[in-house]
């Protein structure tokens, strides 16, 4: 066994290493939540009777829920990377941030010029 030197302490490899492990258990975990209604209305589909399919409570709203659930597995992503991705989250905050108005009034240039574009300003 290897014993290491810095015990406690995680070396940025280390938190990368567990940063996709989570990601990816995380991600599996959405997409098997996401799945499973579908999966059981197409195994169930078989089974239930067909003569009252249109008026049914399994064949309009279960499938319908079903098919709702599926998009939880492409909404979920941007959720759990932006969880368990530091950089990800950095990179969505500066992109949010672009949109907000600066508050800081106008610059001397604009008091010279006589123009006010403090609403044009927008935070980096």
């Known amino acids: 066994a290897v014993v290491s030197t810095q015990s406690g302490h995680y070396g940025r490899a280390d938190r990368l290493k567990w940063q996709g492990i989570m990601t990816t258990a995380l991600t599996g975990a959405a997409y098997c939540i996401s799945t499973l209604p579908y999966a059981v209305f197409r195994i169930l589909e078989v089974i239930v009777d067909d003569r009252n399919?249109?008026?049914?409570?399994?064949h309009t709203h279960y499938h319908s829920l079903a098919n709702d659930f599926l998009f939880l597995n492409t909404?979920?992503?941007i959720?759990?990377?932006s969880l368990t991705v530091p950089s990800f989250r950095g990179f969505l905050l500066s992109k949010v941030l672009w949109f907000i108005p600066s508050d800081n009034g106008p610059t001397s240039s604009d008091?010279?010029?006589?123009?006010s574009t403090s609403a044009g300003k927008f935070i980096l």
């Not at 399919?53 to 399994?58: D, T």
């Open 111 to 115: 008091q010279q010029t006589g123009r």
């Open 53 to 58: 399919k249109p008026e049914s409570f399994f």
């Open 79 to 81: 959720y759990i990377y």
């Open 75 to 77: 909404i979920s992503n």
